[in-house]
């Protein structure tokens, strides 16, 4: 019977250790992805960034190219939330609000240099504007998150250092 108690436990660490590592394996493939996609997405960048010096549209294509250097920033910001994931087995919360801040700011761009092009018409003006409304009401909210997220961790690690403090009597 006590062989079979221990068999286990033992079982269960084996299994749990192969999955952690098939974890690991899998984010780091999904990191390399990211980082290719990344690499070819700022290659595609650079080169309408050049096409346009050259046929002097730079004006015309800036949001297109700021638009793909903005999505370049988000797939790293990706990248190094599994880099946090597999260092430490744990999700953080922080990038994924700057993935979020990055997003809007990024759609907010693009709105708004589409919305040049389209005055004419007042309903679909409107609603642009509830819509960069909205998603700079994001953009705070995001802000705010980040900065209650900031503050809590700091308070957490003041807290842990004065109990350990108290417990061992240095103060």
């Known amino acids: 019977m006590t ?45 309408t960034l050049l096409d346009a010096l050259m046929r002097g549209t730079i004006r015309e294509l800036s949001i297109e190219i700021l638009d793909s250097v903005l999505l370049v920033m988000m797939t790293m910001e990706i990248v190094y939330t599994v880099i946090v994931s597999l260092e430490g087995h744990t999700l953080a919360a922080e990038p994924f609000l700057i993935i979020g801040a990055i997003a809007a700011i990024r759609r907010m761009l693009v709105i708004t240099a589409e919305s040049t092009k389209q005055f004419e018409n007042i309903e679909l003006f409107r609603s642009t504007l509830v819509e960069l409304g909205l998603l700079a009401l994001i953009v705070i909210a995001i802000a705010i998150a980040i900065y209650m997220l900031r503050r809590s961790e700091r308070f957490v690690t003041t807290t842990m250092a004065d109990h350990l403090e108290d417990q061992h009597g240095t103060r």
């Open 3 to 47: 062989e079979e108690l221990v068999a286990k436990p033992r079982f269960a660490s084996r299994v749990g250790h192969w999955l952690s590592h098939a974890e690991s394996g899998v984010l780091i493939l999904i990191a390399l992805v990211l980082i290719g996609l990344a690499l070819i997405l700022l290659g595609s960048s650079v080169l």
